[in-house]
């Protein structure tokens, strides 16, 4: 696939850096959950801190970094006035766990909000501070810095601490190489497969997204703070726009059943004498996931895993896989970015569908005590995503695509690895994964859920200049 230049149009300097920047080599992450106590002292943290936040601009090479998100408790303690947190979009501002949402994204069951350990509309939920550094010692020390300077300052307490990591061969805890394949934003400077380029507006509020439009942007309704600090409402309202250059971010905790899954791939391709035939067992894993755990693609090596680092993102479906041979239509992969090959589009209308519904992902593993015995652990993974807007791009993804059992070129397949078929259904309960083979397909059922969420909630992830904004209100 062709290389195309994507010159560098926006303002890297305003944008919080983890949106554009993986932070592959800061290994260590910690994820402070805030509540604010006194707004005014709060504000003077903000001030404080605003510019130590890591930018978008790729000549920042920094060995730490710090980023903000806001729920929409926390911009109301920070005095964002009612009719200006109104003017947010519904999903964030009536966050992730109501009934409605619950039902499409499936959290019902163990992953019921009813039980996770936060989230839920927390109601001191109010701001989360990330960290990433390169090491633990790294981290650690950042982190007492960082919590000097909240204790000195008063006004803010932190209510929960989690932690995240990236493994050197960045391998998720199912043992898959992890975070590939990434949407590229349109004028950020990075060049890349022309098929990965996609509009600003999918990831950034305040420019045009891939239908054309500006996305739905949280636009001041009454005026507050310094005004100055905020840019024009690019659409022409007349209006100071809090979104630009700022996006939204869904965060979900997600453990992992990892014995769970590979028990469940052995029993599926035991030998006919019963023992376990491991090549078997790996690669029904790999073709569920779409790709090999070193992270190469089934469509470039659909035999066996080539190993070593052939993990590029460089392939599609409609010339090399129409049939879902290589790599199944049920596929965590080909579910969550179906590319160029819907069964209703031709390959240049599948794409640009595809391109409607993206996501940046910024996951990382986790693993912490079951209830304090430190010889057992629970693994999952810390699954972040940015985007516009949550409810056509994560809550599409995870809904329409995922949890969907008629999405595909099959009947009662949905994505084994993260998708939940609709509660208290009787057609349903049979959930299936079909691999594509010839001369007949094969047929796997009887799959249960490998992944419970435990917490999660939406944020807004403002630009920096809205961040010192918000110091001012
Ligand atoms: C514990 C849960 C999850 C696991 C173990 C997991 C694992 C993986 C792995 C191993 C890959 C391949 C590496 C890559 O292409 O970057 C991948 C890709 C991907 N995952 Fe997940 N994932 C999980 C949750 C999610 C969720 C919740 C979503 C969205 C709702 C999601 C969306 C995606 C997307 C969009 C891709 C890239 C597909 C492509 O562009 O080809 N994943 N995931």
């Known amino acids: 696939m062709a290389i195309v230049d994507n010159p560098r149009t926006l303002d890297l300097d305003d944008i919080q850096g983890m949106v554009s920047k993986g932070y592959g080599k800061l290994y260590k992450t910690a994820y402070f959950f805030l509540k604010v106590d006194e707004a005014k002292k709060a504000k003077l943290w903000l001030k404080e801190i605003a510019p130590f936040i890591d930018s978008a601009n790729i000549k920042n090479t920094s060995e730490k970094t710090l980023h903000l998100a806001f729920t929409p408790s926390g911009l109301s303690k920070l005095g964002l006035s009612q009719k200006n947190i109104d003017a947010f979009p519904t999903s964030f501002v009536e966050g992730v766990s109501t009934e409605n949402r619950n039902r499409i994204l499936g959290d019902y069951g163990d992953s019921d909000p009813q039980n996770w350990r936060w989230g839920a509309q927390q109601s001191d939920l109010d701001i989360l501070l990330i960290f990433h550094a390169s090491s633990v010692e790294s981290l650690n020390a950042f982190i007492e810095e960082q919590k000097g300077i909240i204790e000195d300052n ?41 098929n990965d380029i996609v509009e600003t507006g999918e990831f950034l509020l305040g420019y045009k997204n891939e239908h054309g439009q500006y996305p739905f942007s949280p636009l001041l309704e009454e005026n507050q703070g310094n005004l100055t600090l905020l840019a024009d409402d690019i659409a022409g309202s007349g209006k100071k726009d809090l979104g630009r250059n700022g996006t939204f971010m869904v965060f979900r905790q997600m453990e ?12 599926k391709t035991k030998n006919e004498d019963g023992s376990v035939n491991e090549d078997a067992k790996i690669k029904l894993a790999s073709k569920c996931i779409g790709r090999w755990p070193s992270g190469a693609s089934l469509v470039n090596f659909p035999d066996a895993d080539p190993g070593g680092s052939l993990d590029n993102d460089d392939f599609s479906y409609a010339d090399h896989d129409p049939d879902g041979l290589k790599c199944p239509f049920g596929s965590h992969l080909r579910t969550n970015n179906p590319r160029d090959s819907f069964r209703w589009y031709n390959k240049e209308q599948s794409l640009k569908v595809s391109k409607r519904h993206r996501i940046i992902r910024r996951g990382r593993s986790y693993e912490m005590p079951v209830n304090g015995n430190e010889d057992k652990k629970e693994v999952g993974l810390q699954f972040i995503c940015f985007n516009t807007n949550i409810e056509l791009q994560f809550e599409f993804i995870q809904h329409a695509w995922s949890n969907n059992n008629q999405m595909r070129h099959l009947s009662n397949d949905i994505d084994v690895i993260i998708g939940v078929p609709p509660e208290n259904d009787p057609n349903n309960k049979n959930v299936q994964f079909t691999v594509q083979a010839e001369p007949v397909n094969e047929y796997y059922d009887g799959w249960e859920r490998f992944v419970t969420i435990k917490g999660g909630e939406y944020f807004f992830f403002p630009s920096i200049s809205v961040i010192n904004f918000l110091s001012t209100l």
Do not use: A, C, Y
């Open 154 to 194: 008063g006004g803010i307490t932190i209510v929960t601490e989690l932690k995240g990591f990236l493994t050197e061969d960045n391998k998720e805890p199912f043992g898959f190489h992890d975070g590939i394949s990434q949407p590229i934003i349109k004028g950020s400077g990075r060049p890349g497969p022309e």
């Open 256 to 267: 992992q059943h990892v014995d769970k899954f590979w028990n469940s791939m052995e029993e």
